[in-house]
């Protein structure tokens, strides 16, 4: 696909400061112009300032200027009025206020982590030594952005601006409710779900394995277990391991692992998920506060701006 990658995201939130040190001790990597990293993405967040909690930016990876131009030729037929530059094509998705920015940029490029020998039945690869997971040392650093879900109140026209403008492609439907949506071979890098206001939902980063889902939240709930707030399960959508948790300004950030990859669009089939499939395979049944956040009411009744 023309669409290669998610680059970057930006959060807004009430609490700036306090929110970018809880990013910091999950593992990204703060550099000198405020932006954080990840060891294979390099500058994929930024924290600013805003009066609700809600994503703001988020910078798509294309290859060249054709696949620009085909953008904003998608983007003209849906009544928008993209800005053009040689490197960037740039439009506001009217009900998030998304501002959505497909720029050139290079492939990402993965160091494969070593093999991790498992014992299964009939196959005992490790012998006389014990598992690797739990030897690792040092905190878990993210690998990648992997993707971001936001709220819409009209999760429909969002969904056609992303699809039908920007060029992303549905993976997976949550029925009535939203979608799985992939400008990479990830399976997803947006969900759209409709709400009654818009908000971000959660980020999610990539880890080595199960293990580094299981290390990295460990790791985090030392001294606060208020920051728990759903895991260790699986997927169904995407098929990833996950364990959520809650940053100071009411997001979910997620530690995820093992996602599925859609290399030849012909031989993937979307499904339209309902019940429990559309939340997970396994793993402990998720809070009410994972579908409704708790700061759902206030944050309407502060609401500005986009609808």
Known sequence: MSLHRLVSVTMGVPN????????????????????????????????????????????????????LARVASRLRRLGERPSETLEAVSAVEPV?????????????????????????????????????????????????LGHAVIGSTAHHETIRFFTDGIGFKVSDLIRGQGAFLRCSTDHHNLLVLGAPVTFLHHTSWQVDDIDDVGRGAFDMLQGHPERHVWGLGRHY???NFFWYLKDPAGNFSEYYSDLDCIVDDQLWTPEDLEGAKALFAWGPPPPSSFVHPDDLAAMMAGAHGPR
Request: charged residues 25%; contains cysteine.
């Open 237 to 239: 959508a995407g098929s």
């Open 96 to 144: 998030t206020g998304v501002a959505v920015h497909v720029e050139i940029a290079p492939r990402l490029a993965q160091r494969r982590p070593s093999p991790v020998p498992y014992n299964q039945p009939g196959n005992t690869c490790r012998v006389g030594t014990r598992a690797e997971g739990i030897l690792r040392q040092g905190r878990v650093r993210p690998r990648k």
């Open 16 to 67: 700036v400061a306090e929110t970018a040190a809880y990013y910091a001790e999950f593992g990204l990597t703060r550099a000198q112009d405020g932006w954080f990293t990840t060891q294979d993405g390099g500058r994929q967040l930024r924290i600013v300032a805003a009066q609700t909690r809600r994503l703001l930016e988020m910078h798509v990876g294309a290859d060249d200027p054709d696949d």
